[in-house]
């Protein structure tokens, strides 16, 4: 498969939705109408299968595809290709009443009666054994049709069952992992409060009612839960690959879902897809929602380093935020425009066509229960289909290339929220990485979000905010990072646990980091949620008081040199940033969390000592951000405003850029409209 290909089938920027005809058989005249809207609207794909188990398979071994086959092979003459789903989502009711070991049990020991999706147990033999025989058939009757591009497997993986199935399987998992009780009784520290365990047998999962304190137990039942999940995976995919190994399979991941560690389905997925659902219709903060949004397409991007999919976004509303509000005019423009500057391949929505029933049904669709085309959002979607048609030869064969990454790492996060101190009411570790990344994605300047397993060499900057688990190699490979003349940036609440979320004894950080940062950590104060500090900077650029808050580490450089000190409380004077010359670089150290007036010039001027490119090499006016795609096509510029005031933004000196949604020719300083989104070459 080509690098930037998703599928080879249809080499093309997607279009489409998620489609649910089955809802709509006994309605004569509904699909052929959808057809006429989906053409209409630009679509050239459409999801289909998803949560139809019960009418694939009806009753137990009794299949019926007829209907599938019309909307497929129809979809497929009317220019409409198909991204074709396995049902295990959400299983048919006969299942679960024939067979009760499928279903969840709870973290409370009670297992889920029917109902729901995602309510199944990822060890069951039964539901496994199930999940092929349906999978086997689709595939012998799918995976060499040529309406079909790609199979989207289940629908939102996630959850955790603690059936005894699973805890048998997790006992397997913990033997194989360290051998010996012993081992695992060092590892998990059991010696506190008396845990130790003399047989196998004897360990349970963190349940409601029992052991939810021992760190290592959590850690490991959270791996265990990953990994089942991915062996699920591998396993459903099967059929699917031995009848067709060429039709890509994907998972649609989810905005900061970190119950699972998504790298670890990395090996075995041939494109990531996410579902994007900020709130964008808040009317609020759109800036708030764009940055948190561009870090997650820029997390998904990097996991493969290569373009991704927007499996789904909503047309307008959602129906589960606390006020649904609609979208503003222009903002799905202006979002789907966001996914394609940070390297989607896609834009799909959830859903086409409005269910008239269940717990969606006031959710947005292309097609609402009006069942017109005449809309303010089926003209909205039918704008993003073209705006797609246009960018499609420029932009298919690019992505983003970044030379700065931030480490956002889920095994860290499990452990810093399980860490029980020093600060209960909130670590904050998903806002820290955001304000961190903040200042690169306002500069126009790309970045990839990696976990720490991720090869660091292409970087020249590399951000590890509360890198407070140590896996691995990764204290080996930052130093090297650092010597080889790189600059590496970190924070408090770094460096102080092994994989088992163990602590370190001996200097802090630990592992040789605090050589690399030039300092040894004597201890933490936690500030409660009205306390701030501030750093002291008393020359160059940075000079002034800037707020702190949250945690401030008590450090003695011995290397370092001192940038700014603490302004208050009895620590006073003490260092609060550092920076250590190490090798040939330089690695600096945030012992406390500062304002963004801080976090902007200092990051811009490490972005300027590095030579790093921005997409515009001029300041950007607050709320506008710009990025760039580049590739066999050549560059494609982005420039989007996420105000309700109209921008005015310069373009270089001396190059004219073609506008490939408009067809003009622009130089010099040009306006961008309120959510207004420039795509120049």
């Not at 695992?184 to 845990?195: E, G, I, K, P, V």
Request: hydrophobic share 35%; with cysteine.
């Amino acid at each position: 498969m080509n690098k930037y290909e998703i599928t080879p089938r249809l080499p093309k920027l997607l279009h489409g939705a998620d489609y649910n005809p089955e809802q709509w058989l006994k309605v004569p005249g509904i699909f052929e109408k959808d057809i006429e809207y989906m053409k209409k609207a630009g679509f050239n794909c459409a999801t289909v299968g998803v949560f139809s188990w019960s009418m694939l398979e009806p009753e137990e071994g009794v299949y019926d595809f007829s209907w599938l086959d019309k909307v497929i092979n129809t979809l497929y003459e009317n220019g409409i290709y198909t991204i074709l789903a396995t049902p295990t989502g959400a299983r048919p009711v006969w299942m679960t009443h024939k067979y009760p070991e499928v279903s969840r049990v709870e973290r409370n020991l009670v297992r889920n009666r029917h109902g729901g999706r995602h309510n199944h147990c990822y060890t069951s033999p039964v539901y496994r054994r199930k999940t092929r025989e349906m999978n086997t058939r689709l595939a012998e009757r799918y995976a060499n049709n040529p309406a079909v591009i790609m199979w989207h497997i289940s629908n939102e993986i996630s959850g955790q069952c603690f059936c005894p199935l699973c805890q048998a399987a997790f006992r397997k998992w913990l033997k194989k992992k360290y051998v010996t009780l012993e081992a695992l009784n060092d590892a998990w520290y059991t010696t506190f409060w008396s845990q130790r365990y003399t047989d196998w047998e004897q360990i349970e999962p963190p349940v409601e009612n029992g052991m939810t304190v021992m760190h290592g137990l959590n850690l490991d039942w959270n791996r265990f839960c990953t990994e089942q999940t991915v062996d699920f995976y591998r396993e459903e995919i099967k059929p699917l690959k031995e009848i067709n190994p060429d039709i890509p399979c994907t998972i649609n991941l989810m905005m900061f879902h970190t119950v699972l560690d998504y790298s670890k389905f990395m090996p075995y997925l041939d494109a990531v897809s996410w579902d994007a659902y900020p709130m964008w219709h808040n009317h609020t903060d759109e800036f708030g929602n764009a940055l948190a949004t561009a870090f997650n397409h820029d997390w998904m991007r990097s996991y493969m380093d290569k373009p991704f999919m927007m499996m789904e976004n909503t047309p307008s509303t959602t129906n589960w935020h606390g006020s649904c509000r609609l979208k503003a005019p222009g903002m799905l423009k202006l979002s789907s425009i966001q996914a394609l500057a940070h390297g989607s391949n896609t834009v799909q929505y959830f859903q086409f066509r409005q269910s008239n029933g269940s717990c969606e049904k006031f959710h947005s669709a292309v097609v609402s229960h009006r069942g017109k085309d005449d809309t303010m959002i089926f003209k909205n979607v039918a704008e993003v289909g073209e705006i797609l048609k246009k960018l499609n030869d420029d932009l298919y064969y690019t992505t983003v290339n970044a030379r700065v990454a931030i480490i956002y790492d889920i095994e860290n996060k499990w452990a810093i929220e399980d860490s029980k101190g020093p600060r209960n009411d909130g670590m904050h570790y998903d806002d820290i990485a955001m304000s961190h990344y903040r200042a690169f994605w306002e500069n126009g300047v790309a970045c990839d979000v990696i976990d720490s397993t991720k090869d660091f060499s292409k970087y020249d900057i590399l951000i590890a905010p509360m890198l407070y688990m140590l896996k691995d190699d990764v204290a080996k490979r930052l130093a090297e990072f650092v010597k080889s003349g790189k600059t590496l940036v970190s924070t408090y609440f770094t460096g102080l646990v092994n994989e088992n979320d163990l602590c370190y004894n001996g200097d802090l950080p630990a592992l040789g980091l605090n050589e690399v940062f030039g300092f040894w950590e004597e201890d933490i104060d936690a500030l409660c949620d009205h306390q701030s500090n501030e750093i002291v900077i008393n020359s160059g650029a940075l000079s002034g008081s800037h707020t702190s808050i949250y945690i401030c580490d008590l450090i003695h450089p011995t290397t370092a040199e001192v940038i700014g000190r603490y302004g208050k409380d009895w620590y006073k004077g003490m260092a609060a940033l550092t920076k250590n010359r190490f090798g040939d670089g330089e690695a600096y150290y945030f012992a406390t969390h500062p304002d963004y007036s801080l976090l902007k010039p200092f990051y811009e001027s490490l972005i300027d000592k590095h030579g790093i490119r921005r997409a515009l090499n001029a300041p950007l006016p607050f709320g506008v951000t710009a990025s760039i795609r580049e590739g066999e096509n050549g560059e494609v510029l982005f420039i989007e405003n996420f105000l309700r005031d109209s921008v005015k933004v310069s373009l270089p000196e001396g190059k004219d850029y073609t506008d490939l949604l408009s067809g003009e020719i622009l130089s010099g300083e040009i306006e961008l409209e309120p959510l207004g989104a420039r795509v120049l070459k």
